[in-house]
């Protein structure tokens, strides 16, 4: 696993008397940190396979399985169904288990503490690996779709304004819930458990597994309800024309507000 460095804070030639000076060093760290971050995850196995490969992988899967033609189970073609909640799968991945075990892994090694001794904020290592979560999604997510494009075809997006922001929302949503995770929980281990232990539940019910009209009603009941399937809601209805989704988006951000703000205050700590 790779190992971090805190980057130290340039303080060479800096004007004591200056007030103004701190907050675009600290800019300029956390840009420099978000780079870094980028470069060692690209490293990292566990966080490749289940951002990267598990989500294009199930969905070249899945989303040949049941044909084209939409029917009882499937009100649009069912090979689109999956690639718009694949593209969902992304995010839950990368909030729900990259992020978590990646930041647990700092915290069992004592980086964070390291990091806050080196003369940043931590909300400015926080703030990172949000934009870091965030930039993970925006490219896992696009591989996707290149991906899917030969094989099942990009379905069309019928209500563009939507789905932009059903897709910020639950990015945001997740990759806060990924920051929290990670600054709660002590160890790599137990993020991995953790992480999988609500992903795949999620996975399988509420975003990658059947149809929710296969469901028995029990089942559907608890799909409706789990926040990664609200956020495939708020992102495949409308991108399929098959709703507006304006309830599970309100949940959503509800969430998202909710998650950010948890995050900031256990990273103020």
Same mark, same amino acid.
């Given at each position: $696993?790779?190992?971090?460095?805190?980057?130290?804070?340039?303080?060479?030639?800096?004007?004591?008397?200056?007030?103004?000076?701190?907050?675009?060093?600290?800019?300029?760290?956390?840009?420099? %940190?978000?780079?870094t971050?980028?470069?060692? %995850?690209?490293?990292?196995?566990?966080?490749?396979?289940?951002?990267?490969?598990?989500?294009?992988?199930s969905?070249?899967?899945?989303?040949?399985?049941?044909?084209?033609? @939409?029917?009882?189970?499937?009100?649009?073609?069912?090979?689109?169904?999956?690639?718009?909640?694949?593209?969902?799968?992304?995010?839950?991945?990368?909030? %729900?288990? $990259?992020?978590?075990v990646?930041?647990a892994?700092y915290r069992?090694?004592?980086?964070?503490?390291?990091?806050?001794?080196s *003369?940043?904020?931590?909300?400015?290592?926080?703030l990172?690996?949000?934009?870091?979560?965030?930039?993970?999604?925006?490219?896992?997510?696009?591989?996707?779709?290149?991906v899917?494009?030969?094989?099942?075809?990009?379905?069309?997006?019928?209500?563009?304004?939507?789905?932009?922001?059903?897709?910020?929302?639950?990015?945001?949503?997740?990759?806060?819930?990924?920051?929290?995770?990670g600054?709660?929980?002590?160890?790599?281990?137990?993020?991995?458990a953790?992480?999988?232990?609500?992903?795949?539940?999620?996975?399988?019910?509420g975003?990658? *597994?059947? @149809?929710?009209?296969?469901m028995?009603?029990?089942?559907?009941?608890?799909?409706?309800?789990? @926040?990664?399937?609200?956020?495939n809601?708020?992102?495949?209805?409308?991108?399929?024309?098959?709703g507006?989704?304006?309830?599970?988006?309100?949940?959503v951000?509800v969430?998202?507000?909710?998650?950010?703000?948890?995050?900031?205050?256990?990273?103020?700590?």
């Amino acid at each position: $696993m790779s190992t971090f460095v805190p980057i130290q804070p340039d303080t060479a030639g800096a004007d004591p008397r200056s007030t103004a000076g701190p907050a675009p060093k600290h800019r300029s760290a956390t840009r420099r %940190l978000v780079t870094t971050e980028l470069r060692l %995850l690209s490293r990292e196995p566990f966080a490749l396979t289940f951002v990267l490969v598990f989500p294009i992988v199930s969905m070249l899967i899945i989303g040949g399985s049941f044909g084209t033609q @939409p029917d009882d189970a499937f009100p649009v073609n069912p090979s689109h169904w999956y690639v718009a909640s694949y593209f969902t799968v992304v995010i839950g991945a990368t909030g %729900l288990i $990259m992020l978590p075990v990646h930041i647990a892994t700092y915290r069992e090694r004592g980086v964070l503490r390291r990091f806050a001794a080196s *003369g940043f904020p931590r909300w400015s290592f926080a703030l990172a690996q949000l934009m870091v979560g965030l930039t993970a999604i925006a490219i896992s997510g696009a591989l996707l779709l290149a991906v899917a494009a030969p094989v099942y075809g990009i379905p069309r997006v019928e209500d563009p304004v939507r789905v932009v922001a059903g897709v910020v929302v639950a990015s945001v949503a997740f990759a806060s819930i990924g920051v929290l995770l990670g600054t709660m929980l002590p160890s790599a281990r137990a993020a991995q458990a953790v992480g999988l232990l609500l992903f795949f539940p999620s996975f399988l019910l509420g975003v990658g *597994g059947p @149809p929710p009209a296969v469901m028995s009603d029990a089942l559907r009941e608890i799909s409706e309800r789990l @926040p990664l399937s609200l956020a495939n809601q708020a992102i495949r209805e409308p991108w399929l024309g098959i709703g507006d989704a304006t309830v599970a988006l309100v949940a959503v951000t509800v969430i998202a507000v909710g998650a950010m703000a948890l995050a900031a205050r256990r990273s103020a700590l």
